[in-house]
């Protein structure tokens, strides 16, 4: 009798058997038809994915899967690749369909800390039932309006000391477009003399060399908050291989700065010209703007000069200038991240080894720098090295722009000299402390630079000089509050901040953001644990938003043991 045989079924090759449609969403025409129409007839880049989710959101009102998914058709990308990038950044509104959106129009509010000491939060709670429906109402972390706090956006329409009566105003009556910016333009800084320092260097009345020198003895450091000196950075990069880029960081996404902003809306030029003497230093043959969202009156403004000053350039051969956008992304003030998000991508910060100044935008050596520094550079070329380096306070030296928000008469940005204390800075600048509020305590550089008493308002405030008492100045983001307020739910506050903003890529700081959160929301902390938490995201987080989070709490631990003991005081949350 024969052995039963049992049959073994052909193999198949899938892979290779003809699908009648491509796997994942299917594109239908009618989407690709908008999509095409509004990104227009140009030629596509994939470093643009950001402006056309921009573009996309700006005529749809949201952004649609079955639009990701036409976009990515036309850069030839990975639906994967689109989606990933549009749900990363906090202002795109990613959804299933354009019909299931009931909201007609978003208006966003601060509940930074500033804001919330200034009554934030019963506008959140009150205005969504005062809306309506079609309204949607965001609680968002800080906008950059901190010394006109509460601070609100309706639409593209940016309000500072907001109410409930102008927001349902600007609401109901569609006022949701950027007011124009009271600025010097073009003509006005031309005639003033401006674009005359850019010409010398061009035309070889001051040397590259010189110019170097000269800020290098002026002291002038990165006021993004590194503190690099700035001679220093434009020599390292200017010895690396052509072509050299350039990048400038205005997205400013630390709560409670807004020096940048200020400056912008003012005078955009000195900026600007500082800004083409840097690029002629380094020889960068293309710079990248990058802007923080918020900032709507100043990209309006900017991009209107841009064109003006590439109608009429001040000198020949000007680098090409690109305006680009963010969307939302705290972690891109790291600059790494913001020559990712540049390029189109995620806001992921790279890890270093290599420097930016070697291999940055584009693999390409780039100089980097904040909107700040390069203000600066006109004036301190002017005057000279001495006339910077000479001011300063307390053995410190330089000028320092401090953008002072909370609980002080008269907040705003303050240029004072470099080392000032915070005493000093609230009675000779800000008229002293609102009626019937005393110092308790203060932030001296924003979110990230820790929690100081009042204790310690006689520290100078400068690079270097915190770094003792476990804080530093940063972006010189000061943010002063009194008996009334409570240290511990002003951690909290930063805290939610940093959950919010955390990129994600490492597991130090997303799973350490949330989880310090939770234990600091308890009524009693575990400093033990917190302690050991606070070790862990320091030694082991990729960048600085991981490494610095856990300042508020530690220095809540240190500095105001009272209230771990008896409980949060104050309202503020």
């Not at 300063?392 to 320092?400: D, E, K, T, V």
């Not at 009626?435 to 405030?461: E, F, K, Q």
Request: hydrophobic residues 40%.
């Amino acid at each position: 009798m024969n052995p039963a045989i049992i049959p073994i079924a052909t193999a198949v090759d899938f892979a290779q058997q003809h699908r009648k449609k491509p796997k994942g969403r299917q594109i239908d025409s009618r989407s690709m038809s908008e999509v095409l129409a509004v990104l227009g007839g140009e030629t596509l880049r994939r470093d643009l994915l950001i402006e056309y989710l921009h573009l996309l959101q700006n005529h749809l009102g949201c952004l649609p899967k079955t639009h990701l998914a036409a976009l990515a058709e036309c850069l030839k990308l990975s639906q994967t690749e689109v989606f990933e990038v549009a749900t990363f950044y906090h202002h795109f509104d990613v959804v299933d369909s354009k019909s299931s959106v009931n909201h007609t129009l978003t208006v966003r509010l601060c509940n930074g800390p500033a804001c919330c000491m200034a009554g934030a939060q019963g506008l959140i709670d009150q205005l969504p039932a005062l809306l309506g429906s079609t309204v949607r109402v965001q609680a968002v972390p800080c906008i950059g309006r901190c010394e006109q706090a509460p601070a609100a956006a309706v639409g593209q329409h940016e309000m500072g000391w907001a109410n409930h009566h102008d927001i349902m105003e600007a609401a109901f009556g569609q006022h949701t477009k950027p007011l124009p910016t009271r600025h010097t333009g073009l003509a006005q800084y031309k005639a003033a003399g401006g674009y005359q320092l850019l010409h010398e260097c061009v035309t070889g009345t001051r040397t590259v060399e010189s110019v170097i020198d000269t800020l290098s003895n002026s002291g002038l450091r990165g006021l993004g908050g590194a503190g690099f000196p700035a001679g220093k950075k434009w020599a390292i990069v200017r010895e690396q291989h052509a072509p050299r880029l350039m990048a400038v960081n205005i997205d400013e996404g630390e709560p409670g700065t807004f020096k940048d902003r200020s400056y912008l809306e003012h005078n955009p030029h000195q900026f600007l010209e500082g800004m083409l003497i840097a690029a002629w230093a380094v020889q960068a043959s293309a710079i990248y703007i990058y802007l923080r969202d918020e900032y709507h009156a100043c990209r309006a403004m900017l991009q209107n000069e841009l064109a003006l000053l590439k109608a009429k350039p001040p000198i020949s051969n000007m680098p090409a200038i690109e305006l680009r956008r963010g969307a939302g992304a705290y972690i891109c003030g790291e600059e790494s991240a913001m020559l990712e998000s540049i390029e189109g991508k995620r806001g992921l910060p790279r890890l270093r080894p290599p420097y930016v100044a070697q291999v940055g935008l584009f693999n390409k050596p780039t100089l980097v720098h904040n909107f700040e520094t390069l203000y600066w550079v006109p004036t301190i070329l002017e005057k000279g090295a001495s006339w910077f380096s000479k001011q300063g306070r307390h053995g410190r030296s330089g000028l320092r722009s401090y953008s002072v928000s909370g609980r002080v008469k008269k907040p705003g940005v303050h240029l004072a000299p470099t080392g000032i204390t915070l005493n000093e800075l609230i009675s000779e600048y800000c008229d002293g402390m609102q009626p019937g509020h005393t110092l308790y305590g203060y932030l001296p550089g924003g979110a990230s630079g820790g929690i100081l008493p009042a204790a310690l308002a006689d520290v100078p405030l400068d690079f270097d000089t915190l770094q003792p008492h476990g804080c530093f100045i940063g972006s010189a983001a000061v943010v002063v509050f009194s008996q009334a307020d409570s240290a511990v739910n002003m951690a909290r506050n930063l805290m939610r901040f940093f959950v919010h903003e955390s990129c994600g890529q490492c597991t130090p700081c997303r799973t350490g953001t949330a989880k310090a959160l939770a234990l600091i929301n308890q009524p009693r902390w575990n400093v033990p644990l917190l302690r050991e938490l606070s070790a862990v995201m320091r030694d082991a987080s990729i960048c600085g938003l991981g490494q610095a989070a856990p300042n508020p709490i530690d220095c809540v631990i240190r500095y105001f043991p009272q209230e771990l003991e008896s409980g949060a005081r104050g309202s503020q949350s």
